[in-house]
C-alpha cells in the first residue's frame, strides 16, 4: 500500500512532538503503479549543518498543514531532509521501501531522546498495546485467508484472445481431374479463445470457430477434384460456431515434463511437434500438404491426451494417443485411434531433427489425412479395418542467421485385419525460409516443394497410383504490427491425383491474419 508522504509524516512528526493526529491526515492512496524510488537521503541522518531548514523547502507552505510535523522531524529530531532542489514533494506517493528507510532513521533517533520526548514514546507505546495486538492479530488472521484464497481460487486471470484469418482465392486448371468451376472465393476463418491457470503451471483453453470454406472449396469435385488442392485456411464450419478447442496443459516433473489433455480439437501434432515453421494458418504454407508432415494429421482425430518431456537440454521424448468418435466406442475402442512416439534431438543452436512412429487403428483402412491423393487417403479402397503404421523424419537447420533448410518425409503400411489386403504410402518435402529477407523484422519467405502422399504398392486393392504429382509453393509474410500480417502465396500441383494425364492446377491466395 502507499502513502502520500504528507500523511505519515505527519503521524511521526506529532506522535514525537506529543500531540494528536486524526485518521482524515492519513491520506491513503489506491495502489498504483510501482514507482522507481527517487530516494530521499534517510540511510543515516546528516549533520544538523547539512539540514535543510523547512522555510527553504520550496514547495511547503506556512500555512500546510504538515509543516509543524516537518519542523520536528527535520530540526528537532535530525532525522530527515529535503531533496537537492529544496522541494519536500509531498504529494507524491511514497513506497514502502521508502517508509521503512524514513522510520527507521527517525526511530535510530529514540536512543537520544531525553526526559519528557522518551517518557511521551513510553506513555503511547503503552496506551495503544491492545490496539496493537488487535492489528497484529487481524493482519495474521488475513495473511492465513489470503493463503487459502490463493491455494484454492479457480482463477486470478482470465485472458481473452482470437485469431481472424481473411482470405481472397483463386483458382484454375485441373480439368481433369475437377471440372474447372473455381472463381474467386472471399473467405474467413475465426477462432476465439479463453485461457485461465488454476495454479500458475498450467493452463486450461476453451476455443470456438466458425468460417465459410466448405464443401471441400477447391477440392470439390465440380472444382478440382483433389484432396492436394485444399488450403490450410480453410473451414468446413459453414458459419456455424462450434467448439473447436478444449484443452488442459500442466507441467509436472520438475518442470521438465507437460501433460495434455484435449477432449476437443485433437490431433497428433498438438503434443508431437511438426518441427516447421509453415504450420500456421494465418502465417504459414498456402497449402494443407505444405504445412506440416501429414504423418502427424492421420486418423483425423478429435480427442486425445499427451505428454512432452524435456529429458535433456538436447532431447525430447513425446507421445501422444488421439481417438475419433470415442463418444461411441469409448476412448480406447472409437472407429480410428492413433499412438504417437517422437524423439527430438537439438545436437546444437542451430538445428533440430525429430523421428516419429505411429502405431493407428482404422475402421475402414482410411489414413484421412487429406493431404495426398485418393488412392493413398483410403489405402486402396480396400474399405477394411485396418492395422496402420507409419514413419516419419523431420529436419530444420540454419544454413546461414537468416535462411532455414527444412525437410520431412514419411512411409505408411496399411495391413487389413480381416484380409491379405495391405497398402504402402510415401510422402516427402524439401523446404527453404529466409527470416526478414529484405531486412524487415518479422517478415518471412517461404518456399516448399515435394510429393503429396502417394500409394506406392498394395496387395488385394482395386486402385493404384501410376503416376506422379509434384507440389511446388511459395508464399511471403509482411508484418505489418504484432497484431496484422499480410501473406500472398501461390502453389502448383503437376498430375493431381497421382495421374498422368491430368491437367496442372494453380492457386493462388492473399490472407491477412488479425490476432487480438
Known amino acids: 500500500m502507499r502513502q502520500q508522504q504528507w500523511g505519515w509524516l505527519a503521524l511521526l512528526g506529532c506522535v514525537l512532538s506529543n500531540t494528536t493526529v486524526q485518521a482524515s491526515t492519513m491520506g491513503y492512496l489506491p495502489p498504483q503503479a510501482p514507482l522507481n524510488p527517487q530516494g530521499m537521503e534517510l540511510a543515516s541522518p546528516p549533520p544538523l549543518s547539512e539540514i535543510t531548514p523547512v522555510f527553504q523547502l520550496r514547495d511547503v507552505a506556512p500555512t500546510d498543514w504538515a509543516r509543524e510535523a516537518l519542523q ?26 521508502e517508509f521503512a528507510a524514513s522510520l527507521a532513521a527517525c526511530f535510530s533517533q529514540l536512543p537520544t531522546l531525553q526526559g519528557e520526548d522518551l517518557l511521551t514514546v513510553e506513555r503511547l ?34 485472458i481473452f484472445g482470437g485469431q481472424v484469418v481473411f482470405a481472397l482465392s483463386g483458382a484454375t486448371g485441373g480439368r481433369p481431374p475437377g471440372r474447372g468451376e473455381t472463381g474467386i472465393l472471399f473467405t474467413h476463418q475465426t477462432q476465439l479463445a479463453l485461457a485461465t491457470s488454476f495454479q500458475g503451471k498450467d493452463r486450461l483453453l476453451l476455443g470456438l470457430g466458425t468460417g465459410n470454406f466448405n464443401d471441400f472449396g477447391f477440392a470439390n469435385p465440380k472444382a478440382l477434384n483433389s484432396y492436394m488442392a485444399l488450403l490450410n485456411s480453410q473451414s468446413g464450419a459453414r458459419d456455424q460456431w462450434s467448439l473447436d478447442t478444449l484443452e488442459y496443459r500442466r507441467v509436472v516433473f520438475k518442470d521438465r515434463m507437460v501433460l495434455t489433455l484435449k477432449p476437443v480439437g485433437f490431433s497428433l501434432g498438438d503434443v508431437l511437434t511438426p518441427n516447421t515453421p509453415h504450420r500456421g494458418a494465418g502465417d504459414g504454407a498456402v497449402s494443407r500438404f505444405g504445412a506440416q508432415n501429414p504423418l502427424f494429421q492421420l486418423g483425423a482425430l478429435n480427442s486425445g491426451v499427451g505428454l512432452d518431456w524435456l529429458v535433456s537440454d538436447q532431447v ?34 542451430r538445428t533440430v531433427a525429430g523421428l516419429a ?9 482410411r489414413l484421412d489425412t487429406f493431404t495426398g491423393s485418393f488412392n493413398a487417403d483410403t489405402s486402396g479402397t480396400f474399405l477394411e479395418p485396418a492395422q496402420i503404421h507409419g514413419l516419419g523424419a523431420t529436419l530444420q537447420t540454419y544454413l546461414t542467421d537468416n535462411i532455414i533448410l527444412g525437410a520431412w518425409g514419411g512411409i505408411t503400411y496399411t495391413r487389413s485385419l480381416v484380409s491379405p489386403a495391405f497398402a504402402l504410402s510415401a510422402t516427402g518435402t524439401l523446404s527453404f525460409g529466409i527470416e526478414d529477407p529484405f531486412g524487415k523484422t518479422g517478415d518471412y519467405w517461404g518456399i516448399v516443394a515435394g510429393i503429396p502422399p502417394k500409394l506406392l504398392v498394395g496387395g488385394n486393392i482395386e486402385r493404384r497410383d501410376r503416376g506422379t504429382s509434384f ?15 499480410i501473406s500472398p502465396g501461390v502453389f502448383l500441383v503437376t498430375d493431381p491425383g497421382h495421374i498422368s494425364n491430368n491437367n496442372t492446377f494453380w492457386i493462388g491466395t492473399v490472407r491477412a491474419n488479425f490476432q487480438f
Do not use: K
Open 471 to 485: 507440389h511446388l509453393e511459395t508464399f511471403y509474410r509482411w508484418r505489418i504490427s504484432d497484431r496484422l500480417s
Open 72 to 97: 520536528n522531524l527535520m530540526e528537532r529530531y535530525n532525522c530527515l531532509q529535503g531533496y537537492p532542489d529544496n522541494t519536500f514533494r509531498g504529494e507524491r506517493p511514497l513506497t514502502r521501501y
Open 316 to 349: 525430447r521424448l513425446q507421445t501422444a494417443y488421439g481417438t475419433r468418435n470415442s463418444a461411441e466406442g469409448g476412448f480406447f475402442n472409437g472407429s480410428h485411434s492413433a499412438l504417437g512416439v517422437q524423439v527430438l534431438v537439438a545436437p546444437g543452436d
Open 125 to 158: 507505546r503503552q496506551e495503544f498495546v491492545e490496539e496493537l495486538e488487535d492489528v497484529a492479530t487481524f493482519i495474521h488472521t488475513l495473511e492465513g485467508r489470503l493463503r487459502t484464497l490463493e491455494d484454492q481460487s479457480f482463477s486470478t486471470t482470465v
Open 357 to 365: 512412429y505411429v502405431n493407428a487403428y482404422s475402421q475402414d483402412g
